[in-house]
């Protein structure tokens, strides 16, 4: 399966896959326990960064985004 990453309004981005491996940024693996969905966080304020444990719900993040085309500005 691909892939799949759909960004929930006024919510979590979601990640889909049957073979997803995470990582910080030293190289460490997350240990996910063979999950095919994680939920990440886009308000700030989870206490499980940076997994999504629905604190947007409670502070009032909001956000709404559509598809579109999308093009790279270009690094300078």
Known sequence: ???KIT???N?????ESNEIELYDQDGNKYELNGLSLLKFC???RSADMPFCDSTHK???F???C???AWSPK???
């Open 42 to 44: 886009r308000c700030g």
């Open 74 to 76: 270009p690094k300078v």
């Open 7 to 9: 960004i929930k309004n």
């Open 66 to 68: 559509k598809a579109h």
């Open 1 to 3: 399966m691909p892939v």
């Open 62 to 64: 909001t956000t709404d």
């Open 11 to 15: 919510g979590s981005l979601h990640v």
């Open 58 to 60: 409670t502070i009032g």
